[in-house]
């Protein structure tokens, strides 16, 4: 149709009209608008509402009536559950808080109870048993040991519940003989200072010169070693860009942070080793740190990765020690690591040992010679002469005091639990064709390695793995250390020792559920709750449901209700938190106040 012949000039079409104001009804239109079930999500994720959670079948033994319940999922990572992961990182943060400046051991409020008379005797009934048990076996009577093993048993599972710690060796399964190592340290490392370790957790006291007495602690951060130079884009605290070996400057999100500067030469194979043993040195380290600062020295810290892919770990640490100290602690801290040797591959993924039925154990492929079995290659360590087949070292170490009470402690509590609710290797996540790269390279050295003495990559070294069986096939472990998402770390995110703040997660939820109970209830914060409000467990039974069985409101429904729950929480919380209105002395009656 001409539109002149219309006495209508048309207007010009722009694409960027056509994108941003589509027409009313349109399909652009339609897909311009967010699903239903994403608002949902995202308003659950504002409340701290659970998205994943899972129903269980709640019966009333005293009224025979059932519900539905649901429970939070518990993720750790935010890309499984957003709303459980925060709430995990705020307790990590919590725990953290309250552990760091302690100025009084947790432990010293803590008076061990004296046993009961009835765990004294259940004891004293367990060393008749074990003695009878001992006689039995020198006279050859086996009916008579399986006798008294299950008295024993049963023994046993009288005292777990009494009020009694930990369990006493079984006389039917005698502990495994153990490899023995000298502790004689190597000659090529610097020497470690040593005193005797004290029990006191807490760090030294300093007066201010003003008369003030300060008692600071430490936030430390280990990294490893380098294993050949990078592309970097450090800066100063005043934001100057440090310039990079390669001669550049790199802003913060140039393609190639973190890439090596010449790939062929940067040592892939260490970097893969020092990421499967890093666990085992951070805690050879804080040994070595005990000994030498004659403390017990508490800590709590988060690994997280670095943009090279090489993990680090940022510490909170209780009290302070000189940094040359910490330095030549670190300088004087490694890790051997006691297995057969791998460095040299003896068979490759695509031509590997083959089972032999017969003989029951993997052979050449080749000559059809067996191979060598685990227990033999341990053997061979036992000579005096024989070498670790890996020794990692740590690199730099950084340390900086914090004190108690300032926006700097509040902002370092945050700093080391940053990632927390992110994967190890999704913080560093390639986004570049040279960081991807330098992440396959990596994942694939990672891929031919042993990371346990089961491990099925022994096989290319000539080695049996222990417990060798049929099926095993080298380069595809299903071990954490050989997964993408790893890049070879595979101990514990969040490290915190045993005394940092005598509480465990499970503790400091109950804190805060007393506190909010206490709130709610009106009583003073701080004030004890009535017994009356602890729940009946022996009222109460639950049961595994599926989202499918019969009863269950769909998942989006019971989401709306938990978000509606959690409004209704917080709105009564607040209201209980808020002071009273005065009441005035005169001119205003009660009737008055009341309407």
Request: proline share 8%; with cysteine; hydrophobic share 35%.
């Amino acid at each position: 149709m001409d539109h002149t012949s219309m006495g209508v000039t048309p207007r010009a079409l722009n694409s960027q009209d056509t994108v941003d104001a589509p027409r009313p009804g349109s399909r652009a239109d339609r897909m311009a608008q967010p699903f239903a079930r994403d608002v949902l999500k995202s308003l659950a994720e504002v409340h701290g509402v659970c998205v994943r959670p899972i129903p269980l079948k709640r019966t009333d033994h005293e009224t025979g009536l059932w519900e539905i319940v649901d429970i939070p999922c518990g993720a750790r990572l935010a890309s499984v559950c957003a709303p459980c992961a925060e709430k995990q990182r705020k307790l990590r943060m919590q725990q953290i808080r309250e552990g760091w400046h302690l100025t009084t051991d947790p432990t010293d409020a803590i008076t061990v109870e004296t046993p009961a008379d009835e765990v004294k005797a259940l004891v004293l009934d367990r060393c008749q048993l074990v003695f009878d048990r001992e006689e039995a076996v020198k006279a050859a009577d086996p009916t008579q040991v399986a006798r008294l093993d299950v008295a024993i048993d049963l023994l046993d599972e009288q005292l777990s519940g009494m009020r009694v710690r930990g369990t006493l060796p079984s006389p039917a399964d005698p502990a495994s003989p153990r490899r023995t190592r000298s502790t004689r340290r190597r000659q090529d490392t610097t020497d470690l200072p040593r005193l005797p370790v004290d029990s006191r957790t807490t760090g030294k006291v300093y007066t201010t010169p003003d008369g003030r007495k300060v008692q600071p602690s430490t936030l430390l951060t280990i990294t490893l070693d380098s294993y050949g130079p990078v592309h970097t884009g450090s800066r100063t605290r005043r934001g100057k860009v440090h310039p990079c070996q390669c001669g550049h400057l790199h802003h913060p999100v140039d393609p190639a942070l973190g890439t090596p500067i010449d790939p062929d030469t940067y040592d892939y194979r260490r970097a893969a080793l020092d990421a499967i043993f890093f666990a085992a040195g951070l805690d050879r380290f804080w040994q070595n740190l005990r000994r030498a600062a004659g403390l017990n020295l508490q800590y709590a810290g988060a690994v997280e990765m670095q943009k090279r892919l090489a993990p680090h770990v940022h510490y909170a640490m209780r009290g302070t020690l000189p940094k040359a100290l910490l330095r030549q602690v670190a300088a004087a801290t490694y890790h051997q690591v006691w297995w057969p040797q791998f460095d040299v591959q003896v068979y490759t993924v695509a031509k590997p040992p083959v089972w032999d039925h017969t003989a029951e154990c993997y052979t050449d492929p080749t000559t059809g010679e067996p191979l060598q079995t685990w227990a033999e290659a341990l053997d061979a360590l036992d000579d005096e002469d024989a070498e670790p087949a890996y020794v990692l070292r740590l690199g730099k170490i950084d340390a900086r005091g914090i004190t108690h009470g300032t926006k700097d402690a509040e902002r370092s509590v945050r700093y080391v639990t940053k990632y927390v609710t992110k994967d190890l290797a999704e913080q560093a996540d390639p986004s570049s064709a040279t960081q991807k790269a330098h992440y396959d390279r990596l994942h694939e050295e990672l891929a031919t390695l042993p990371c346990s003495p089961t491990c099925a990559n022994w096989l290319l070294y000539g080695v049996q793995p222990d417990k060798a069986k049929q099926g095993l096939t080298p380069g595809r472990c299903s071990g954490k250390v050989h997964q993408r998402k790893t890049l070879g770390f595979t101990g514990r995110r969040v490290l915190i020792s045993r005394q940092w703040s005598g509480k465990t997660l499970k503790d400091h939820r109950a804190d805060n559920a007393a506190w909010v109970r206490t709130v709610l209830a009106g009583a003073p914060e701080g004030d004890a709750l009535p017994t009356d409000t602890a729940v009946d467990r022996h009222r109460y039974s639950f049961a595994m449901v599926r989202n499918s069985d019969p009863g269950v409101p769909d998942l989006q429904v019971r989401i709306m209700r938990a978000i509606a729950q959690r409004e209704l929480w917080r709105r009564q919380v607040y209201q209980a938190q808020q002071p009273p209105d005065p009441v005035p002395a005169t001119g205003t009656s009660a009737l008055a106040l009341a309407a």
